[in-house]
Every structure is written in C-alpha cells, then in structure tokens.
C-alpha cells in the first residue's frame, strides 16, 4: 500500500464550522461558509460530481460540483467546497444525488429537485436550471426516490408503482419526459434503484425487475436496452439490490451479493476482470448493505467493515491505494450507513459523515480540489524530454532512451503490466529501445524505427496486433513496421509515419478518420493513400490530419464543427487539403478542433469554439484556419480535447481554451476567450495538453504542469484525490 498525504478536519463544538478553501496551488474556489447546527444525520448520498447530507431537522446540506447549481442553485457556476444548505419548503426524509442534479422526497411525500435541467431531470416541467423545483407528480406522493444520470424515479404511495422523469435515457423512460410518467408493469414495489441508465426494483415477492440499459447484460437477459420492466427471475429474490454504472447486485438475507453486467474493472468482485450476463458470486460476506460507483462497487457488513472492489484509480476502494481490483479489501473506515458514487463514496461514522475518492470538483466536502492553476514543477534537473505526451487521464515522457508514465491506468495505460494509477512516474519495459512516445485516450504507443508497441485500451483494434482486444492490454509487445518515424494516438484510432513517409493508420473508422470509407474496426496498419510523404501527423478523436513534404496540410474524418478545416462539416473519409496561408510545420488535432504551426511561427485554429478552443472571442464554430493572436512566435504546440498550449521563441507559454481546472495557467478560473500566458514559466522547451491539464517540458529537463491533477496526471505531489476516508466538516454532537 501506498502512502497517501492526508488532511485531516476537526469538528468540535456546537456552532457555525468554517475553514479555509483552497485548491493544490493555494487558491481558494469558494469563501468559507456556513456549517449545519449540531446535529445528527438521518441520510446521505454520494452523486456523480456532488455529495448531499439530510440533517436530524430535515435540512439538506450539499458540496461538490455546482456548474448547474447542483450543490448550491442559489449561487450556480464553480465548486461548493464547504457544505450549502438547500432551502426546501419541508423537511427531507430522503436524498439523492444524480448526475449533475439532485432530489429530495419531503416528509409530506412531496419531491423536490434542483440544478441541470437541460433533459427535464427536475420533473417540472422543464425550463431553468437551479431551483430548487418541487416535481410534479399531480397529487401523488413518494414513498421512495432514485436519481441516476438524467433521470429520477419514485415508487408513488397511491399503489407502489413507479414514475420516472428525465432524459429517458436507453430507455430508462420509453420518451423523454419534463414531468413524471408510469413505467408500466410494475406495482407495489420496494427496493427501487436507478444507475446512470438503468434501474431496478422489488416486487411484494422480492423478484427483481429491471429496465433501461441491457445491452452489457446489467438487467437480465435478453442483452437489449428495453422501456419496459422484465423480471430478472436469474437474480433470485434478493433482500435488496444495488446498481452502478453497467451492473446489478443482489443482496440475499446471508449476506452474499450476486452480480451481473459488466465487469471489466473488476466491479462484479468475483475474482475476475470480466463481464457476466449470468450471476456471480462477489467475494465479500456477511453484508447487510450494497452501493454501487460508476465502476466500483462498496458492501457494509454488520460490524461496520466496508469491503471495496473494482475501479480504484481515484480512490474509490479506501484502502489507501489506487489500485483496480477484482476481489474485495476493505477499506481503512467502519460505518453505520454508506453511499457509493460514480467516482467517490461517503459513509456515516458515528456522528460524522466520511468521504473518500475522487475531489477535483470538492465532492470530498474537505475545501480542497485535486486541481493546480498555476504550474507546479517537479522532478530532477538534466537530459531534456525526447518527447512528452498526455493522454486522457495520464502522462508519458521519454528522456534519452528512458520511458516512464504515470496517472489513471484503470485500462493499464502505463504500460508498467498492473492497472493501478501512478502519481509519480513509473518505468515502461519495453523489449526495445524506444525513440518516442504517443499517448491518447487509455492508450500509449511507442517506437523504433524497425516498429512499435501499443498498451491499454484495445477494443476498437488500436493495439494493431491483429488481433481482437476485449479486455485492456496491460504490456507493450512490439509489431513490426519498417522505418517508423513518428506515431500519434487519437480516441480510438492510431497512426504511424513510416517507410518513405507512408502513412498507415489503425482502430476505430466510424468517421473515415483511418483515410477510407466508413468500415468496421482495423486490428492492423492499413496505408492512407492519397497524400504524399508525410512528416507530420496527429490524430484527434474521431479525425486525422497529416502534413507532407513541402507543407502541405490535409486532414479527414469528422467534421461536425469544422475541425478539418474545409469550410464545410461534411464527414471526410479520404484525405483533402485544408488551404492555410503558409507552410505547415507543426499540427495538432483535438477533440473537435485543430491546430498548426506555420514556418515563422503564426499559429492558427480551428472547429469548435464553443469553449475558445480556436483561440479567437468569436464563440461560434471557425469552418476554416483563422490566426491566433500570440504575443511572439510559437515553436511548439500541444492540442487538447478542448483547448491548446503553444511554447514561445522565447521559453513562456501561452494558452487558450476551456479553463474550468485551471488549464490556462494563468492562475484565474474561468473562460479563456484569447490565449493567456501561464504564470511564471520562460524556460520551456515542449508542451503537451489533455483533456484537462498541461505539462511543459524545460529546457533543465524538469516538467512543469497544471490544470486538473485527478488520476495522478501532473505528477509527483500534484494529486489530491484522497484514498482514505476523510471527515466532512458537518457536526453532529447527539
């Protein structure tokens, strides 16, 4: 087990608790604010990005993500980081806690609901986000309540029957709906439970029934999505039921948990990394209680012990580490009550209230987010970076002919043979010496010039073997390709320079993002014709785009926001040449946009701009190259899914894009309409963005990194993600 630095909060006496907010780098999120009065709690429930608390008075107390106002809707936009209370017009019997919503059932069986209400998650109507709204359930009263990803549901007190309202999604309603409709079937129910897109109830007898999303096998046969509730006479009659993200569980009176549905994370506990459409046996007993996470699941046993298995790269499992595991540990907590999470869990402990896992959006309630808006640098001085690279959730760097990775590897990104995170860098064996690195979505590619080797996440056919990939590649095997000189890794397709600058690409071709017409997956190098010799390539999510010899740049696959460059949003599936006012010398693709360097040092984007990924105040889509106001010449350039980096002549480094995590640098939260320098930095030699944070490689061979540090990806110190149970500051004195 590894050490993890924990911070501590004490509670102590009777009155308003407050302390200071900060985030890694020092900054605070949100002011101090005010604590519940002593009190006990009667409920609790962990949601995607929030957790909420229900005080012995009935008061609703929330903290974590509020971009949609889902912990605090009388102030929406930024984080909660210490608990808000939710003014209600009754006391609340019950919590729960969605996607980016939440929902309380009122001591009068009234329900109300607050924050996103872009799919009709709030079951009024539809309209405003905030709140919060009280649903409208036409006279009728709850008796239960469940949030999952876009939906809630209630079993209604008039009959036991159910109504779900929402965004309906794979078919946890038939139709999407503002206001609450009946799923058909089902009548005096129990036990009702709803994960992101599917739910589950009891009947009088105790026989299971589901409905939603089926298609990984999460409710019964057959493997379909389906509206309509089924009885999943495979699960027995349970005493209760537990269901995450693509999976179920039974819980019998002995305490056993049996599940079914995905288990690629280990989330069925039993011992394997794999999914079961017939039940299987977790090996955890003696519980009384299940919660099921996004890709974790957590039991209580009567003794307060809570065993832990799956999912663990935030945290999740408890027990101090970051691993990802098939079969329970327990983690280092004994509680009375326990709610699970897609990403975090919280429990009650006596007279506090614990949570654990991940906090970049300060769902922990502790006043800290694992973020850094200023560089944060690290590491030791000496060999520059040959090359460095970020993926989704996790970094690679290559210095001399040492290859190392760290952060997320739930799909075993790093290449080290495990699937446990990193938050400092680990070795890559590799049975060659590499001279790059290329990290996308849970997935890194390396190479010599006689081939390459690819790890992680395979199913689409990127790990170019031939073969089909399942269950994630944990360790590199070389692939033989002549002369390969440069690789770039996209969402789910790669590609490779090799012999006389041929361009072969592999992996998913959904969009014609392989250089061909739309086609199943490719497990092998395929040629991209239609361009010359190519120099440079990057791969983005779902397109491609190449420059070759002379500068020319050309680019093909999607295009629904104009990420190729064309001047249209057709769908490319060969390649075609985007008109740019210079010679390309450098190119970057996101995640709907596109980047390039010219020869002198302008730099132009375009595509999506919704989050000023092209650089430029205009928010509208750019259908073609438009010039990017820099303060000098760039040099460098890294291109992430929502924003970009380029490093200056003269070392500093400017940013531009989404800046919800402190991805600019520039140490301010917030949009980022034109490129903003990231603070303190004039000695970078590289740069490389992801999805959501930054590293910058130094000419002194240190690293300097920023935005978003959930799965360990800035590297040494720079993750706050917490994997043991910590205490919320909620007092309660009996």
């Given amino acids: 087990m590894r050490a993890v630095v924990v911070v501590v909060v004490v509670v102590a006496g009777c009155g308003r608790v407050g302390f200071d907010a900060r985030s890694v780098d020092g900054a605070g999120d949100d002011a101090p604010g005010d604590a519940p009065p002593a009190s006990c709690f009667r409920g609790l429930s962990a949601g995607r990005m929030t957790s909420c608390a229900i005080d012995a008075r009935g008061d609703v107390w929330c903290w974590g993500d509020n971009g949609q106002g889902e912990s605090n809707p009388a102030a929406i936009g930024g984080y909660t980081l210490v608990p808000a209370k939710i003014v209600l017009p009754a006391p609340a019997a019950q919590i729960a806690a969605g996607s980016q919503f939440a929902c309380a059932r009122l001591e009068d069986g009234r329900v109300a609901c607050w924050g996103d209400n872009g799919d009709g998650q709030l079951g009024d109507g539809g309209g405003a986000d905030g709140g919060p709204f009280l649903v409208a359930l036409a006279g009728e009263r709850a008796t239960e309540l469940a949030a999952g990803g876009i939906d809630a549901c209630i079993v209604r007190a008039s009959d036991g029957g159910v109504m779900c309202w929402g965004g309906g999604g794979d078919n946890v309603l038939a139709a999407p709906s503002p206001t609450p409709v009946t799923v058909p079937v089902l009548v005096q129910v129990h036990g009702l439970v709803l994960a992101h897109r599917h739910a589950c109830a009891l009947d009088p007898a105790n026989n299971v029934w589901c409905w939603g999303r089926g298609r990984g096998g999460e409710i019964g046969p057959p493997l379909a999505d389906r509206s309509t509730p089924t009885m999943v006479s495979i699960l027995g009659q349970p005493a209760s039921l537990a269901a995450g993200g693509k999976f179920t569980c039974a819980l019998d009176d002995a305490g056993t948990a049996r599940c079914i549905g995905d288990g690629t994370f280990g989330e069925l506990g039993h011992g394997a990394f794999a999914a079961s459409a017939s039940p299987v046996t977790a090996l955890a007993t003696g519980l009384v209680e299940l919660g099921g996470g996004g890709k974790a699941m957590c039991g209580r046993r009567a003794d307060g012990s809570v065993p832990c298995w799956g999912a663990g790269g935030d945290g999740l499992l408890g027990d101090g580490s970051y691993d990802t595991r098939s079969t329970p540990g327990d983690a280092a907590v004994a509680l009375s ?37 200023t560089p944060q640098t690290w590491g030791t001085a000496g060999a520059p970076q040959t090359s460095l690279t970020m993926g ?18 739930l799909n075993g990104q790093l290449g080290d043979g495990t699937r446990t995170s990193r938050r400092a860098p680990v070795p890559v064996p590799l049975s060659f010496t590499p001279i790059g690195v290329a990290a996308g979505n849970q997935l890194t590619c390396a190479w010599d010039s006689a081939g390459f080797a690819c790890w992680g996440l395979g199913a689409s056919g990127q790990i170019g073997d031939g073969a089909p990939h399942p269950q994630p590649v944990l360790s590199g095997t070389r692939q033989t390709l002549a002369n390969v000189s440069a690789m770039s890794v996209g969402g789910s397709h790669v590609c490779a320079i090799g012999n006389g600058g041929a361009l072969y690409c592999w992996g998913s071709n959904g969009n014609g993002q392989l250089g061909a017409p739309v086609s199943a997956d490719r497990r092998s190098p ?126 500093r480094v400017s940013c531009w894009g989404v800046n919800s995590v402190g991805e600019v640098g520039s140490g301010g939260g917030g949009a980022s309409t034109t490129p903003m320098l990231a ?12 999805s959501n944070g930054v590293c910058a490689g130094l000419t002194d061979g240190r690293l300097a990194c920023w935005g978003n540090a959930e799965g360990g990806q800035l590297g040494s110190g720079l993750r706050d993600d917490v994997a043991t149970p910590m205490t919320v500051p909620l007092s309660c004195n009996p």
């Fill in 337 to 373: 009550a326990l709610s699970v999470g897609y990403h975090h869990a919280c429990g009650l402990a006596g007279t506090q209230i614990l949570c654990w896992g991940r906090d970049t959006e300060g769902q922990l309630g502790r006043g800290t987010r694992a973020v850094a808006r």
């Fill in 392 to 409: 989704s959730q996790h970094t690679c760097q290559l210095r001399g002919t040492s290859l190392a990775c760290w952060g997320l590897n």
């Fill in 526 to 651: 395929g040629l991209v014709g239609g361009v010359g010799a190519v120099q440079r390539v990057s791969a983005g999510y779902a397109h491609t785009c190449a420059i070759i010899a002379g500068g020319a740049l050309y680019c093909w696959g999607a295009n629904v926001h104009g990420q190729l460059g064309d001047g249209s949003t057709m769908q490319r599936t060969a390649p075609m040449l985007i008109l740019v006012p210079g010679i390309a010398v450098e190119v970057g693709a996101g995640r709907e946009h596109t980047c390039a360097i010219l020869q002198g040092g302008d730099v132009y984007c375009w595509g999506r701009n919704d989050g000023n990924e092209v650089g430029v105040a205009n928010q509208a889509d750019q259908l073609a190259p438009v010039r990017v106001a820099l303060p000098a010449a760039a040099v460098s350039l890294g291109v992430g899914a929502r924003g970009a980096c380029a490093v200056l002549t003269d070392g």
């Fill in 679 to 690: 603070a303190g930095l004039s000695t970078a030699a590289i740069v490389a963005r992801s």
